[in-house]
């Protein structure tokens, strides 16, 4: 639960980093909905037929952070 938690509160963050920043919007916006996606999904992967596009979410962001490491 405190997963989704954290996901949650990920996601009210970029939008508001969406609203500081004009010139990234279109980054945290879609930063905001990955995590908002990843917070609405079922912890355990039962019975939700999207748990897989969590996987995916969930590599795009660790891509997304090691780019902004090597940046």
Same mark, same amino acid.
């Given at each position: 639960?405190?997963?989704?938690? =954290?996901?949650? &509160? +990920?996601?009210?963050?970029?939008?508001?980093?969406?609203?500081?920043? #004009? @010139?990234?919007?279109?980054?945290?916006?879609?930063?905001? =909905?990955?995590? &908002? +996606?990843?917070?609405?999904?079922?912890?355990?992967?039962?019975?939700? #037929? @999207?748990?897989?596009?969590?996987?995916?979410?969930?590599?795009?962001?660790? &891509?997304?952070?090691?780019?902004?490491?090597?940046?």
């Amino acid at each position: 639960m405190a997963d989704q938690l =954290e996901f949650s &509160s +990920r996601a009210a963050l970029c939008r508001e980093l969406a609203l500081r920043e #004009p @010139e990234n919007r279109a980054y945290w916006i879609a930063e905001a =909905e990955s995590w &908002s +996606r990843l917070s609405k999904e079922d912890p355990s992967g039962k019975d939700n #037929p @999207e748990s897989g596009s969590g996987v995916l979410a969930k590599l795009r962001v660790r &891509s997304m952070r090691m780019m902004l490491l090597v940046a």
